[in-house]
């Protein structure tokens, strides 16, 4: 395979795997019970205290600034939206809103994601080869 064909391939792939990714994301995240209490209580479910006492909108259940303060972290990739919504830090989004325009950065910024996640795989695979040959 020459190596414009197999860039091609690549390129087939990451569309193939993204569509893949699309699918298994979208069981959505459930929202624990646990914390539906702070919700009926107009607690913010990030610092606990209640909505109304900044004078800012609430977003998915937290203050304007406490959400901002969960999304830094999962734009820094320390934390996904499914693990806050199921760990119960934001609400789940609700549909509506203006659908996200898909720009180069993005795409990029995905596609690396990707390719890391793949690289992991990968390199959990291999381990767990080797510590089978190990044990024979
Ligand atoms: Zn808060």
Request: net charge positive; charged share 25%; glycine share 0%.
């Given at each position: 395979m020459d190596i414009e064909a197999a860039r091609k391939r690549v390129g087939q792939l990451i569309v193939e795997l993204q569509a893949l990714e699309r699918m298994l994301s979208e069981g959505s995240p459930s929202f624990p019970d646990a914390m539906q209490e702070l919700v009926s209580k107009g607690l913010?479910?990030?610092?606990?205290?209640?909505?109304?006492?900044?004078k800012t909108r609430a977003v998915r259940g937290n203050h304007e600034s406490c959400y901002r303060e969960i999304m830094r972290e999962i734009s820094a990739g320390k934390l996904t939206e499914s693990e806050a919504i199921s760990q119960g830090l934001i609400l789940p989004a609700v549909g509506g809103g203006r659908p996200t325009k898909m720009t180069r950065v993005k795409e990029l910024v995905q596609n690396k994601a990707l390719t890391d996640k793949l690289a992991e795989g990968a390199a959990v695979g291999k381990k767990k080869a080797k510590g089978e040959a190990k044990n024979e």
């Open positions: 913010c479910l990030n610092c606990k205290e209640p909505l109304s006492s900044k």
